[in-house]
């Protein structure tokens, strides 16, 4: 297998906008090649099978979506609240939804892994990975609530995150304003 790790991201971020823009049906080594602008084979010869290529963009997924260091940092020096937990929530959404492609591409993931029992574990294992790290992020910063208040933040938020970045219920409410109350209700106890 090849070994250049710069080739290989390369590979994989090509690979994501492939799956976002094709899907899976799409998402073949040949459309990964012709994305990067690479030599045909090259694709195949990073992730010699489509179970490695889509563990690859598993994998890749995490470290592209991964939060910035300073900005965790920075809200964890800052006073336990709610208010602090609807910050960090804003942080989320908006790190998600800057390159929605990417976003949409972890969805398509997601939807393929429930399909793939190979990916399921391997997407499934960096999943969690994010998770716990929100966990421990909400724990070390003293935030309200714990691991159930985050995974119903988490759940939530791929809602929000699913309607924003696909075909919409168009209900008009300001993204801002639904972050807001997603936090008061599931972590405040607010009505």
């Not at 990073?46 to 979506?65: D, G, K, V």
């Amino acid at each position: 297998m090849a070994r250049n790790p710069e080739r290989r991201k390369l590979l994989a971020d090509a690979g994501l906008r492939v799956l976002a823009a094709s899907g899976p049906r799409g998402l073949t080594h040949r459309a990964v090649d012709a994305e990067a602008g690479v030599p045909t084979g090259t694709a195949s010869n990073y992730f010699p099978s489509r179970a490695a290529l889509l563990a690859a963009l598993a994998e890749r997924i995490f470290e592209r979506m991964a939060p910035d260091a300073a900005v965790l940092a920075d809200l964890g020096r800052r006073e336990p609240s709610i208010a602090l937990v609807t910050e960090y929530l804003r942080y989320v959404v908006e790190r998600t939804t800057r390159e929605p492609d990417l976003t949409r591409a972890l969805f398509e993931l997601r939807l393929e892994a429930s399909r793939r029992p190979e990916l399921r574990q391997a997407l499934g294992d960096v999943l969690r990975r994010g998770y716990a790290d929100n966990v421990a992020f909400h724990v070390a910063a003293g935030l309200p609530g714990g691991a159930f208040e985050v995974s119903l933040l988490h759940y939530a938020v791929d809602g929000l995150l699913l309607d924003q970045l696909t075909t919409s219920i168009d209900a008009g409410f300001d993204i801002d304003q639904v972050v807001s109350a997603l936090v008061s209700r599931l972590v405040g106890g607010g009505g």
